[in-house]
């Protein structure tokens, strides 16, 4: 049971930073249309995941949240989704895709230190290289990937500061949180992570919310916001806790490095791309850096092996 359990939360990992992989490009036409800001977008997020994780828990089994777990669900509300996407929403207008993957794939190495710190996990000399093995490789990849076609967008410290805070805020609340979020259901832990998300957000946003001529939004952007809003929000934020109960904070974060192999792969389907043998050692490189990291020996130890 407690294998089976392991290999659904690493399922769910994967599912989830798939999604994440093609919301990279969604996020970015979304902001660079500049119909709607970014708290807006935000706003939206929490309003409509939201009212989906509201709805699923009246068909849950009732669940009492302890009064003084309040406070630290609303420190991981600010640090797991509302700094971490408002750095991301407005981070991703000020850098090209292919930085933005390259500090994505910073996460792990943060959440390998914060775990450290914060919850005694060990890191020992087998995945530290696993981490840095998985690191070269997806650079690799990436520097392997990207053709310019002319007039490429540049990058601006300011994007580069505001994605790295988004790694590092997320990086906090896989490495910080695990306890808080072990102890309750997925549903009831995330309706009250994006009922206070809402909080902090509506004051900055409501005027532009009600203001919005909705009806005048391309179908493009009504699209990527149903998007955005239901499978990188509410699928997402659904799947990731799951693999928090399962597996250890550094193995999570290190299904970031999905992000960048899927847009890959989605890229080579429609015909953008091609599969060459470089991109292949790179993605074998990845994984392996991945498996190092799963079965080290203090891995072993923590999981009762």
Same mark, same amino acid.
């Given at each position: 049971m407690e294998q089976k359990g392991t290999i659904w939360g690493h399922a769910a990992c994967f599912t989830a930073y798939a999604i994440f992989g093609l919301n990279i490009i969604i996020c970015k036409d979304l902001t660079n249309s500049h119909l709607i800001s970014p708290i807006a977008l935000f706003t939206m997020r929490s309003i409509?995941?939201?009212?989906?994780?509201?709805?699923?828990?009246?068909?849950?089994?009732?669940?009492?949240?302890?009064?003084?777990?309040?406070?630290?669900?609303?420190?991981?509300s600010v640090f797991g989704f509302f700094l971490t996407q408002i750095t991301?929403?407005?981070?991703?207008?000020?850098?090209?895709?292919?930085?933005?993957?390259?500090?994505?794939?910073?996460?792990?190495?943060?959440?390998?230190?914060i775990a450290a710190i914060a919850l005694k996990e060990p890191i020992t000399l087998q995945k530290a290289g696993g981490v840095a093995l998985s690191f070269a490789g997806i650079i690799y990849l990436i520097l392997h990937s990207v053709t310019s076609t002319g007039g490429v967008a540049e990058s601006t410290p300011m994007g580069f500061f505001l994605i790295v805070m988004n790694c590092l805020c997320f990086s906090i609340y896989l490495g910080v949180f695990k306890p808080i979020i072990t102890k309750y259901s997925v549903i009831?832990?995330?309706?009250?992570?994006?009922?206070?998300?809402?909080?902090?957000?509506?004051?900055?946003?409501?005027?532009?919310?009600?203001?919005?001529?909705?009806?005048?939004?391309?179908?493009?952007?009504?699209?990527?916001?149903?998007?955005?809003?239901?499978?990188?929000?509410?699928?997402?934020?659904?799947?990731?806790?799951?693999?928090?109960?399962?597996?250890?904070?550094?193995?999570?974060?290190?299904?970031?490095?999905? +992000?960048?192999?899927?847009?890959?792969?989605?890229?080579?389907?429609?015909?953008?791309?091609?599969?060459?043998? +470089?991109?292949?050692?790179?993605?074998?490189?990845?994984?392996?850096?991945?498996?190092?990291?799963?079965?080290?020996r203090s891995a072993k130890k923590e999981d009762g092996k």
């Open positions: 409509g995941a939201g009212l989906l994780f509201w709805l699923l828990s009246a068909f849950a089994p009732r669940e009492r949240v302890d009064r003084r777990d309040f406070p630290k669900i609303f420190l991981a991301f929403l407005m981070g991703i207008p000020l850098i090209t895709p292919m930085n933005c993957s390259v500090l994505s794939t910073m996460a792990p190495i943060y959440t390998m230190f009831t832990f995330m309706k009250w992570i994006f009922l206070f998300s809402l909080l902090l957000s509506a004051p900055f946003s409501g005027r532009e919310l009600l203001t919005l001529d909705y009806t005048a939004l391309p179908r493009t952007i009504i699209l990527e916001l149903s998007y955005l809003i239901v499978c990188a929000t509410f699928i997402t934020y659904f799947l990731i806790p799951i693999g928090q109960k399962r597996i250890r904070p550094t193995l999570v974060s290190m299904y970031s490095y999905v +992000q960048p192999i899927i847009a890959i792969v989605i890229s080579i389907a429609i015909g953008m791309d091609s599969l060459s043998w +470089q991109k292949s050692a790179a993605i074998l490189t990845v994984f392996t850096g991945v498996m190092l990291v799963n079965y080290s």
